[in-house]
Nanobody
Framework: QVQLVESGGGLVQAGGSLRLSCTAS????????MGWFRQAPGKEREGVAY???????TYADSVKGRFTISRDNAKNTLYLQMNSRKLEDTAMYYC??????????????????WGQGTQVTVSS
């Protein structure tokens, strides 16, 4: 059974940094494409960052230059380093996984597996 568990969320001041983690189990992690998504209250879920099993990365325009997605296959863990936080980054953050090629990118409907989310709140 595939499980994705996010951690690292919390309260951070605007301009600060935070790193989220997503630990996976029940799958062959290095075969999976991984994504980070977020959903703010009253808004649709949006793709934030994506990394393929071959380490190709894609970012939403809203986070380019501020967020970095990475993976450690030896630890079955996905990361999202978030710098220069803005108030509009406040949201529930989710990680997602799918093994199929050509890869789901930032399209949430193409992912089969999801974590429960971790809340990130940016204060002024």
């Amino acid at each position: 059974q595939v499980q994705l568990v996010e951690s690292g969320g919390g309260l951070v001041q605007a301009g600060g940094s935070l790193r989220l983690s997503c630990t996976a189990s029940g799958l062959t992690f290095d075969e999976y494409h991984m994504g980070w998504f977020r959903q703010a209250p009253g808004k649709e879920r949006e793709g934030v960052a994506y990394i393929t099993s071959l380490y190709y990365r894609t970012y939403a325009d809203s986070v380019k230059g501020r967020f970095t997605i990475s993976r450690d296959n030896a630890k079955n863990t996905l990361y999202l380093q978030m710098n220069s936080r803005k108030l509009e980054d406040t949201a529930m953050y989710y990680c997602a996984a799918d093994p199929r090629w050509p890869g789901p990118g930032l399209r949430s409907e193409l992912y089969n597996y999801w974590g429960q989310g971790t809340q990130v709140t940016v204060s002024s």
